[in-house]
């Protein structure tokens, strides 16, 4: 018996398909979550500040940079092993797992792919440990669900060394603390290009967002740059093209669709503890048939996101998940969770408004993650020029 | 051109079943709700703090005590201009409107049907006024959907003049900052009376519930009763019973039916004018399908809400409103406002989540409004025992 | 007590908002339609066979023409009679009601507000006493949603009297026994007028569409026109262009608004009454809580679509209702009677399936009235559009 | 290029999954439903008339008994091969898969597990061939969800060697030209047995259940009992209690919640294909953003239930499925496949109520399939108590 790990549903007997070393890369992060998380995240969220305390634990875990490999500092990991700790994390707080899959999937991912090799030795290891914070820039205010359509944009600095940058980005998770963020911007002749923003470079500015009322416990903001001044040498060599972020994004989404289950997993088992303990009319609610058919209908959906994301996992393992496949799975897993986490709190009655229980501060979490990394629309329109052949974005 | 209002959808024109008088009552609310409630009330809910500067103002609009009569300081209106009043104030946010909610219908309503004529002279000019805060006292711990089962009960004190009372109430919107208290209790044969607790009178405390993530610019509390003596003279007359605090609710639900379209209102307008102004793919998103499917469907649902709670009006006012039909419309407004809600903060995408928008304030206030004064499940048993002579609730 | 009546649910008192004249009229249309349409209309669908035996008593109860003034042999009723007629045929079967629809809107309506006062006396007295049956040809295979792209064209024939008439109609309620048709085609110049075509004009012929899964108690074909010489006589003078028809679809969708609550009621009544008798696990079905939600929520979608139609019904009356505001009827209507007819049948567990009940035909039904005079998302971008100013039917 | 295949979906590439042996079995199946089944199952349905023709076609592909040993005539393969046959038959018709599932699960099954050797050889072979046809004689009318309640049953002859079997039994797939009938009935003290009732045994009748709207191409019927004399040796020697029924009804329902995949492939591949080459408004259906949401909740919930069939397909042949888990995916798989169903056909506007294409002769079959081998609710019910513990039946 492990006393210290919350209750997992597993209907399928889906652990079967995990080998020994995703389990125990499982338990290890959801023991950290269940000592380290999980009793002050609620704090942080009522105080909306995101406890940078938890850091060296995300690290330990492997949750900066699992599938990076070891040699840089990463967990070296399959993305089976991935998708399980952000599930555990999730289960903790999504904003903490949005710290998370920004650090690997957003900056340590197109550092690995696009950097160089100085690039990698200088960045990885420092962020895979959380030394050194990282945030991505892509979203502008004015093109959300259209990224190609950005305007921050880098010409020549003239001194043969340099180039300038103007331009803002906004959404962007852990900008107010970041050390490092991989900037996308399009160069003269309109092509994007990742640019490595560092701390420190004159008119480069991390504005916080406040009054969020998600994520509350991440930190969130605007990354600002005027006539920042920034070396050649931090343009990502290996990629260029609306493609290189993109496919930051399917990595990003990947650790969601994950993420989500252990969010929805979390608001399930709650609700269920919830429903057998609490007596109404005489009997545990959990007898009733309304509550019955919320709880039954939870576990089908869960049941269901597991098998997704399992197969996704293979897929992805493979190199054979596509971007419409990654999009599928996050779409359905976040809609899923989302979904619980409403029927969750209902479950509660009164007591599922308040942070004595997680459920709440789940939902409102993710609001957020429904609408980051392509709204629940924008991937429907995905998956629909998969199967149709026909653009509906315009 | 009335530059200082809300713009409020009116599909079907339903102004035009409103009298002269209806539709003054409800500009004066929405005028004082933009001017003077809007400006503050998402910093309140940011601090979780009631605006108690606000109470004057609501007295002035007649949110204390609508129907009250003149004599007794109330604004001697009819039932729709309750309605609308607590429409108005809805728009601005469901916390304001619960204060007004609870101490018209859950206070001033009993002191006003089953206090004694001395009751109603001592504190109904007063809880209109806004002088006195009042708070009802029927939820208990172990009794969320079942009142009937309370365990708060007075004893006789011996002394001829008193009773002792003893027992908790949880969930109780204005109790920190209440002067009375109307409170359900059991004397010794076991039935129900109403008693009002006065601020001061020894062993009566009432601590806040923190942390709540709904209703934050509302008071909630508890009702601590240890040995209370109070003076037999408090003990309302007019009627003993589970019937007594029922037909409060029937006041208060009826408020929140039409309150809850106001919420809805709030975010509809607000999506509406967010989707004409956001422009992604070269158009505004309000041009696209899958917005106007989202768009269209709140607006029918908006109109089928108004017509319910007109017609209930009429009934009500005439006397003839049955409970189940007020249950009805409450279930269906809230759940209404609920999914419009979560709805609108999907077309603000990243905005959804700030403050900067009252969507997602309105969403968060509704999961309250959906579990108070009966549940949504309750209700809906209310509905299917009224049809089918079943009893279902256990 | 009226034996021979239908239970009619009527949760809110809206019979109080009718006159006695509507409730004699609605309840002679009720009593017609259990009498001489329900014993006979399970049979005639399960024979894909109209039954002709009715339209005398159509006409009878007015169902032809209700709101025709009395000098062309129509009822002379107002809106809110003619809904009332429509919800009591299609409380029967919604292939009835269409038939009366077709005949009444979109047969006898432009020929008393577009026709000459020859057409009227020459058509209208035949037509309400059901000696003609009429159809309505403006459909075509390639322009289902979009009936501005019609091909059907005349031009003149030379000879001074006539035009020649070609094309091919489909989907056609009435076709294969109508006596007349109002054809609209397009002209040299591309402006669309309405032709009345008759039966035994030469090269127009009117083949049945066999194998319907819906609507089959009613007869649907096509009209073809292969040179058809039309006397210019048979031109409707008094309005051309697409408003013309699309004037007649308001009429006919007015109807459907309420037919729809025919149905939905019959599918209510049968549920509720099958729930109460039914026994198992020792008690009626209908004191369970997963089936008093199925009742529970129709009753509530019931009444607010009554109240819709009522609203409707009084600003067509008083000439004031939009095309938008009829096409939010029709469609909030219809689907709701769809979804409580599927849920009604679930409730009729096998039971439902087969002809002893009258719900699977009803859900059968529905998916016509669905999709016809504007299926579910043309109606929905008609709202759209009307709310956001945005076209986005393209 | 297999020219002769339908199109079906596998959006995960859970072909993978399968074995080259799964692949042939189900292409083998795929083939002959649409060489010998697509061309004739709608005018039998029309005609509400089984098509006998059809039965050695069922047998060459394995459709009865796949999962039965080689030696007693069955196909001898594993669980996930039964469930491809069964997918590929209701991609042509829910009643032709329902007439597989009957002589497979609950007549075949159950003489394979609890008869005696004798039944196996006298039985088995001639039901894999179809020679024989048979039915399973569980539903009572009055108990239907609760088949425990039965009142069928049988007593000693007092001959020594015959019962004398008295009842009736409702609902019956095959009954009106089974040649056997697994009928399950309870002996003297109420313990429930398994009979072999042959055609021919006096008072053993069949009537045919008439005016059906779904399932039209099987034929349904009773089976009635009075005064059957049957040889005791036809009891089922290997099991008694309510047990074994259930036993048959968790290999039916596996079947179905695979077959469910197939009606549902067939409603989305038709959907897809016509959306893509209906023009309106200048452009394909499918380029418009509804018809894409519709499409792309299809291809999701799809890719859900299969991998949900697939992973309780390795439970099963693992003989590690439990009850529960069976429930889940029948309930899941076959309100997936309604919904599809009733989506799709609004894609085919007016095109999808006729009999041109197979989609609403699915969404009517599938409201037997949601019903039949429990309700939709009872698997709610069955979920529910496997996950809180508490019955909520009663």
């Not at 555990?88 to 710290?99: A, K, L, N, W, Y």
Request: charged residues 25%.
């Amino acid at each position: 018996m492990k006393p210290d790990l919350f209750e997992a549903p597993d209907y399928y007997n889906l652990d079967e398909l995990l080998t020994e070393e995703h389990k125990m890369i499982r338990d290890a992060a959801r023991s950290w979550v269940k000592r380290d998380v999980s009793p002050i995240i609620e704090q942080a969220a009522q105080d909306a500040k995101f406890p940078e305390s938890i850091i060296p634990g995300l690290a330990s875990i492997g949750a900066f940079g699992p599938y990076i490999p070891e040699e840089y500092g990463g967990a070296g990991l399959d993305q089976i092993s991935y998708g399980l700790i952000m599930q555990e994390i999730e289960r903790g707080d999504s904003g903490v797992r949005s710290t998370a899959s920004v650090q690997s999937s957003l900056v340590m991912y197109p550092i690995w792919k696009y950097g160089s090799e100085e690039h990698r030795k200088k960045f990885l290891p420092k962020l895979a440990s959380g030394e050194f914070m990282g945030s991505f820039g892509l979203t502008e205010p004015d093109h959300g669900s259209n990224p190609g359509g950005m305007t921050t944009n880098f010409k020549d600095a003239g001194d043969g060394e340099n180039i300038i940058l103007n331009g803002a980005k906004l959404w962007i998770s852990n900008s107010p603390f970041c050390d490092v963020a991989v900037v996308w911007a399009k160069n003269e002749e309109g092509r994007i290009h990742g640019v490595i923003v560092e701390r420190g470079m004159e008119g480069f500015s991390t504005p916080e967002t406040h009054n969020k009322w998600s994520l509350r416990a991440s930190a969130t903001g605007e990354l600002i740059f005027q006539d920042v001044k920034v070396p050649k040498s931090n343009i990502l060599p290996g990629r260029s093209g609306l493609g290189a972020p993109l496919s930051c994004l399917d990595s990003a989404r990947f650790g969601i669709a994950w993420g989500a289950i252990g969010a929805a997993m979390d608001c399930y088992d709650t609700a269920l503890r919830y429903a057998k303990e609490r007596i109404q009319f005489g009997k545990p609610i959990a007898a009733f048939q309304l509550q019955q058919k919320k709880l039954a209908e939870m576990i089908t959906e869960i049941t269901k996101a597991q098998l997704l994301a399992w197969r996704l996992g293979v897929l992805r393992e493979e190199g054979k998940a596509t971007s419409a496949q990654i999009s599928m799975a996050k779409r359905n897993n976040v809609e899923m969770a989302v979904k619980i986490a409403r029927e969750a709190r209902q479950i509660l009655g009164g007591m599922g408004i308040t942070g004595e229980y997680s459920i709440m501060r789940h939902m409102m979490n993710l609001e957020s993650v429904i609408t980051y990394e392509g709204t629940h629309d924008i991937h429907l329109l995905i998956t629909g020029l998969d199967i149709t052949g026909e653009n509906a974005f315009k």
